[in-house]
Every structure is written in structure tokens, then in C-alpha cells.
């Protein structure tokens, strides 16, 4: 037994040299591909330098789980050379006793540091923040300012952007780049080689989405977190991408019927698995029912006109399909900030016309659809097919009008309660439109087959 174990140590520590010669990025995609007891047993071999690269990465799936699997010290060891926003990512995720018996391995000034990012909700500008930034006084010089990055470089999360604080009062003055910094004379003012206008800021409890659109707008590396004029922290552009692939994820996720996954699809249990998805399933399997609920008040005419049932598919996703492109087009509309509440009118207005041109298409190739299955013999839709074929055009043009607009108001009422409008589901427009597309269909019909098959 001590001898097999003895050959699963050196064929973890030949693969952790292995690892340990790879691009991070390569290292990180093969530790998530191990179970978790190897992926430990590997961590625990590689260098101690590279052991903080790879829990720098965001892309290491359960590194709060591995972090909490190290020995203590050597995990508050991991938690204070790491990045101080990765490291609070890390501790959030972890449950007690294991988050305070990590936090109590760190130094004090790290631990209210940790602590006071922690304080802040989930999402937030400070909750995603970095401390680690180059500050320097207002009364320094371009050479001295030089020579501190040259210093600090190693412990900063990125020396692109440099932030000038009044040397008595801290208050965010100014803001420069490191290109505009190397440009300027050593013995020149670090104000001087500064833009001459305050730098774009954020308050802590700016949301994920707006520091998206900040950093995009304003073509930034880093963004100041700032609260009444004192630099707190800053959040840097790779943090960015993160939230915004988790942030598309969940919406993602919300618009296919279903609740967001909180971790990667393999790597979901069954059981959760199941939890996730059934909840909407039954929700949108209980709406449904309202399909057949409005099919049984049209018994009558189904009886009459056995034909129109052959249509009843060919009716209901049309609807659907037509409802679902109007919400994603506002959904997306609405997370770029393209659109906002103010505007439902003009999206109304633009999605009511192009809901009866698109119904008018589908309605001609519906009824050229029956007029050639007629002419060429394939069915007999019986001596009216031709008011059928009208019923039929005439459904389409209301059906994909109706989806269209009531697609493209979902999400503003969504939004407008205080829920996610990507919620506005695929499978929850598309059942909305079947029971009323089935109710458009049938009182089309009983005018245009009135006195003949009804």
C-alpha cells in the first residue's frame, strides 16, 4: 500500500513539473479537467509561485474548495501573495468555519482589507475592486513616480494607470497613463504630464453592468472606485471580462427556460441538476394547459372542421417563433443600454408594422402552401379549401403580429417590476402566444368559415 501510494507521489510531482513549465492559462484547463482529490495532490506539488498564478486565474473552477483543502498555512500564505480581488472572490465563495479559519491566518491589515471588500454586496464595484494600485502625492515628480512603480511593480495589479491624490487631504486629483508618464522629463511635475480633467470614477456600489458600459465607453485599462473623493480601490478590465461572461451566462441561461447554473455543466450534480431546470419546467408545463383549456372551448368547431387541426402547429410556433426574436432583439437592446423604459412606445411602434409585414409573408406562403398541395393532388382540403387557405394567411398576419408586439413589451414589464428582463424566456413568450394564437386562429376562422364548414 505505502508503495503504490509512494508511485502516485512521483507521478504527481512529474506532472506538477510538467505543469509547472505551461502557459497558466494551459495549466488551469488541465487542473479542471482532473477530479478534485488529484487536482489537490497536484497543487500541492507544483512551486509555491506558481500555485499563485494559477489561483490568480478566474477561470479555475472550485478554487475556493481547493484553497480550503491546502494546509492552512500554507493556504493564508496563498490568500496574502495573491491578487486582494481574486483572494476575496475566493474567500466570499467559502462557507464556516473554513472562511474565518482563513481569515484568521492572514495579517491584520490584509484580513480588514478582505474583510471590508466582503462588506459589500455581491456585484458591486467594491466588491470586485482591487487595492492594489499605484497612487502617488500630488507633489512628486515625474523621475520619483518612476522610480516607485519600478518598486511596488510586482505587488500592484497593474501600473497602466497611475492616480494623483492631493498629498494632505487624499482626494483623487488627477489620473495619467504610464505612456504619457515615460514621455515626460524626470524632473518635471506629475500633474504636469497628467490630463488637465478629473478621471472617469465609480461609486462602490456601482452595478456589474454599468462599469461594463463605463470601461467601454470611456476606452479604459482600470477604473477608480471612489467614495466622496478618495480613491478606494479599482476595477481593471479583466475583471470586467469575467463579470460579463458570468453576467451572459445567467441571462443566457434565464432565456432558455431554466435558472442560472452556478457552476460549469459538468460539473453539476444531477440532483442539482434537476432542481435547476424542473421548477421552470413545471411552470411552463402548467401555462400549457391553458393551450388545451382554449382548444376545448373550440370543440364544437374542431368536430365541424377536423381539417384546421392540421394547422394548429404550423400556427402556434409561427407566433412563437416571431414572439421570441422581438424579446431577444429588446433584451439585448436593454442590456446595451440601447433602449430604455421611456422607450416601449417607439419599440411598440416599430415592432407593430414589422409584426403584420412578417405575418403577411408567412401568411402568403402559407396559403400558396395549401393551394399547391391542392393543385397537385397531394391533400384534399375539400370544395373550400380556398377559404381554409384564407383562414389560414389571415391567422398568421394577427398571430406573428400579436407575438411580435407582445414579445417586444415583455421584458419592459419585466424590467419595469424589478425583474431581470431576461427572464422574458424563449419557452414562457412562446407559451403566452400559444393559447392566444390559438384563440386568434379559431375566431378567424368562425368569421371567414362562418355558414360554410362552421
Not at 510586482?154 to 508618464?181: F, H, M, P, S
Not at 402548467?286 to 382548444?295: D, I, P, R, V
Not at 384564407?390 to 407575438?403: C, E, K, N, P, R
Request: aromatic share 8%; with cysteine; hydrophobic share 50%.
Amino acid at each position: 500500500m505505502n508503495e503504490f501510494a509512494s508511485v502516485l507521489d512521483d507521478e504527481a510531482v512529474a506532472v506538477a513539473r510538467v505543469l509547472a513549465n505551461d502557459h497558466v492559462a494551459d495549466v488551469v484547463e488541465a487542473l479542471n479537467r482532473e477530479p478534485r482529490e488529484a487536482a489537490i495532490e497536484l497543487l500541492c506539488a507544483v512551486p509555491f509561485e506558481r500555485l499563485v498564478e494559477i489561483f490568480d486565474q478566474p477561470e479555475l473552477e472550485s478554487a475556493p474548495e481547493l484553497a480550503a483543502a491546502l494546509p492552512r498555512a500554507k493556504a493564508g500564505k496563498l490568500l496574502t501573495a495573491m491578487s486582494v480581488d481574486r483572494a476575496a472572490d475566493i474567500l466570499r465563495e467559502l462557507d464556516e468555519p473554513a472562511r474565518s479559519e482563513l481569515l484568521g491566518a492572514l495579517a491584520p491589515p490584509l484580513r480588514a482589507t478582505l474583510l471590508s471588500i466582503l462588506g459589500y454586496p455581491e456585484g458591486s464595484a467594491a466588491s470586485i475592486m482591487t487595492t492594489e494600485f499605484v497612487s502617488v502625492p500630488s507633489d512628486w515628480t515625474v523621475g520619483r513616480t518612476l522610480d516607485y512603480i519600478r518598486k511596488v511593480e510586482r505587488t500592484r495589479e497593474t501600473v497602466y494607470a497611475i492616480y494623483i491624490t492631493d498629498k494632505d487631504t487624499q482626494l483623487l486629483l488627477r489620473a495619467t497613463g504610464l505612456r504619457r508618464l515615460i514621455t515626460g522629463e524626470p524632473q518635471d511635475s506629475i500633474l504636469s504630464v497628467a490630463l488637465d480633467r478629473m478621471p472617469v470614477t465609480v461609486t462602490p456600489l456601482t452595478d456589474r453592468e454599468t462599469l461594463a458600459q463605463t470601461i467601454s465607453k470611456y476606452d479604459l485599462l482600470a477604473l477608480p472606485v471612489v467614495d466622496h473623493g478618495k480613491i478606494l480601490g479599482i476595477v481593471t478590465i479583466d475583471d470586467i471580462i469575467d463579470t460579463i461572461v458570468e453576467e451572459t451566462t445567467e441571462d443566457v441561461h434565464r432565456f432558455g427556460g431554466m435558472e442560472a447554473l452556478d457552476e460549469p455543466y459538468m460539473k453539476m450534480g444531477f440532483l442539482a441538476m434537476i432542481q435547476k431546470r424542473a421548477g421552470w419546467l413545471c411552470a411552463l408545463f402548467l401555462s400549457e394547459m391553458l393551450t388545451a383549456n382554449a382548444m376545448q372551448s373550440y370543440e364544437g368547431e374542431l368536430e365541424k372542421a377536423i381539417v384546421l387541426t392540421l394547422f394548429i402547429p404550423l400556427i402556434m410556433s409561427s407566433g412563437g417563433n416571431s414572439g421570441s426574436q422581438a424579446t431577444s432583439l429588446v433584451i439585448r437592446a436593454l442590456a446595451l443600454r440601447e433602449i430604455g423604459l421611456r422607450d416601449w412606445w417607439r419599440v411598440a411602434l416599430r415592432e407593430l408594422p414589422t409584426g403584420l409585414v412578417l405575418g403577411s409573408i408567412l401568411g402568403i406562403v402559407g396559403i400558396c402552401r395549401i393551394a399547391l398541395w391542392q393543385y397537385f393532388g397531394f391533400y384534399d382540403y375539400g370544395p373550400h379549401w380556398m377559404l381554409i387557405a384564407a383562414t389560414v394567411g389571415a391567422a398568421l398576419v394577427g398571430i406573428v403580429t400579436f407575438g411580435s408586439l407582445s414579445g417586444s413589451m415583455l421584458p419592459f414589464a419585466l424590467k419595469r417590476i424589478g425583474f431581470d428582463p431576461a427572464s422574458a424566456s424563449a419557452p414562457f413568450v412562446a407559451t403566452l402566444v400559444d393559447v392566444t394564437g390559438l384563440v386568434i386562429y379559431f375566431s378567424v376562422a368562425l368569421v371567414i368559415l362562418r355558414g360554410t364548414l362552421l
